[in-house]
């Protein structure tokens, strides 16, 4: 909006036009029913008493009731907070009690889950804030559910949304929209807190920077809404006025043919999505409309991901996101060589965003091709970590820019993320991105893959390798060892290397993720003994 930012009711209004916003199974939802269906929820949680700054806790996989939702909070000025649908009780009372949540909304009957039965389980302290839980089905036995629970009253997505919508709206711009949970260092996860200016600022950004407007677009919504590298997708397909496909959860062999069904031009995903995704796949080049497809690499390496992308047709770009700046920050050209978008980072889908390094030992900005902390400043950063003003501080330096906790360097008109800091090893007195000694002990013909972590020890930090071997392998502990001495610099060397079946892996919001804290505490244990 010239003049001013823009509001969520602003991003949907603009779009209501008759262009289909939404294909979710036989259901044609256009745009101007979005907006009109999120002007009726808005109504329905006035009606309950949800105001400016209230906070309603969306505990549901995707539907199009979680962005009428976000919408109608929007224009009620009040906050959505996102919790996984994988989460559990523990999770689930922490997450919602602790953000304050007056709604609790969800889905009982969603593949099974007994949604009612984990809440049931939370300690009812731990929710003395809560106090109506909105029920959301799609037919599925919803009218056998209890008229309260825990003591708190529970409402029907339905009725909810049947309120008659009302004209106008308390919703501004820099109103808290949407919070997000984040891993860090204390043990319980932080509130990044996004006002509506930067999800709108940065959903017209990504949409024009990325292609999403393209008149033959459509965007295949496979990302869970409740992390950022799905809303964020989800809201620039919005901004762009375009459609797209959206499941309740990614299912590989589901999600091929929907591509191939739809003439899917625009996704964005996980290594390990895009893995199953072409093994469900046989076609040699199975996917000739897709012609966008950026990722995060949480497992692989992302050079050999590339490979196999182009050796299928289908051209991978390396992405950069968080979720205090949000997913699709920087991407890659999708028309560069393989080299360049096996590559973190990109150029900022925003031309008002900055981007500098900071040396990690003399504090000074460093220059371009030098690694260090990168510090990130744009339209599309939160607000605030919610209710933690002492962490909020800690996270921006004195001019504004966000401290990423991310190694990279800087390169004319954009950047290259490496590691997290935390993942960085410090050997030899260097700095080394673990993907290095990886990518040398993959290159080993017994090897399918490999992480590095670091270990402290009382000679300094050393590198401990875990390794899968390729099925019926041979290889040894010393065959590696003697592998890194002749291709490695010895500091680089690791002290142990450790085989295992598996990797540990958790499933985030945006993706699944190998637990480098494990394989840490695992390394440290290996070293001590």
Request: hydrophobic residues 50%.
């Amino acid at each position: 909006m010239a003049g001013r930012h823009a509001t969520l009711a602003d991003l949907i209004d603009a779009a209501a036009a008759p262009g289909v916003a939404i294909r979710y199974g036989a259901r044609v939802i256009r745009h101007a029913d979005l907006a009109a269906a999120s002007a009726r929820v808005a109504a329905g949680l006035a009606r309950i008493g949800i105001g400016r700054g209230d906070r309603v806790a969306l505990w549901l996989p995707n539907a199009p009731a979680w962005l009428e939702l976000l919408l109608g909070l929007g224009r009620l000025g009040a906050v959505a907070v996102a919790v996984n649908t994988r989460f559990r009780s523990v999770e689930v009372a922490d997450i919602v009690g602790r953000s304050r949540s007056r709604v609790l909304v969800l889905w009982p009957g969603f593949k099974g889950i007994d949604f009612l039965g984990i809440l049931g389980a939370v300690d009812p302290a731990a929710l003395d804030r809560l106090e109506t839980i909105v029920v959301y089905d799609e037919g599925e036995a919803a009218a056998h559910l209890p008229l309260r629970l825990a003591g708190k009253r529970l409402v029907r997505y339905a009725d909810l949304a049947a309120t008659a919508a009302v004209s106008g709206g308390a919703g501004t711009a820099e109103d808290g929209a949407a919070i997000f949970t984040t891993s860090g260092t204390t043990k319980a996860p932080k509130f990044v807190l996004h006002p509506q200016r930067s999800l709108v600022d940065h959903a017209r950004a990504v949409a024009a920077s990325l292609g999403f407007d393209a008149p033959d677009a459509v965007m295949l919504q496979a990302l869970p809404f409740c992390g950022v590298f799905g809303l964020s997708q989800a809201l620039a397909t919005i901004a762009a006025g375009r459609p797209m496909v959206l499941t309740p959860a990614f299912a590989a062999n589901a999600a091929a043919r929907l591509i191939d069904a739809e003439r899917v031009t625009h996704m964005n995903g996980s290594d390990e999505m895009y893995h199953r995704l072409l093994d469900a796949a046989p076609a040699a080049r199975p996917f000739p409309s897709l012609r966008r497809a950026g990722f995060a690499a949480f497992n692989s390496d992302p050079a050999e991901f590339v490979a196999r992308g182009d050796a299928r047709g289908v051209r991978f770009s390396g992405l950069y996101g968080m979720s205090e700046v949000q997913a699709l920050f920087a991407s890659q050209s999708p028309v560069a060589p393989a080299a360049a978008r096996a590559l973190g980072g990109g150029t900022p889908v925003s031309p008002a965003a900055a981007v500098r390094v900071r040396d990690a030992e003399s504090g000074a900005i460093a220059a371009d091709g030098v690694a260090g902390e990168l510090e990130l400043r744009g339209p599309s950063l939160m607000a605030e970590y919610a209710d933690d003003p002492a962490a909020t501080a800690a996270a921006f330096t004195t001019d504004g820019f966000l401290r990423t906790g991310d190694l990279g360097y800087t390169v004319p008109g954009g950047f290259v993320f490496l590691a997290r800091m935390g993942d960085a090893l410090r050997l030899g007195g260097y700095l080394v991105n673990p993907l290095e000694i990886e990518s040398h002990i993959e290159s080993h013909a017994g090897v399918a893959s490999c992480q590095v972590v670091g270990a402290r020890t009382p000679e300094g930090e050393r590198a401990v390798a875990f390794v899968v071997r390729r099925p019926g392998a041979a290889v040894e502990e010393g065959d590696l060892a003697a592998h890194c001495r002749a291709g490695l610099a010895t500091f680089k060397c690791p002290a142990a290397v450790v085989f295992l079946d598996a990797f540990p892996v958790a499933e985030s919001a945006n993706g699944i993720k190998i637990q480098r804290a494990k394989l840490r505490a695992w390394a440290a244990e290996r070293l001590a003994v």
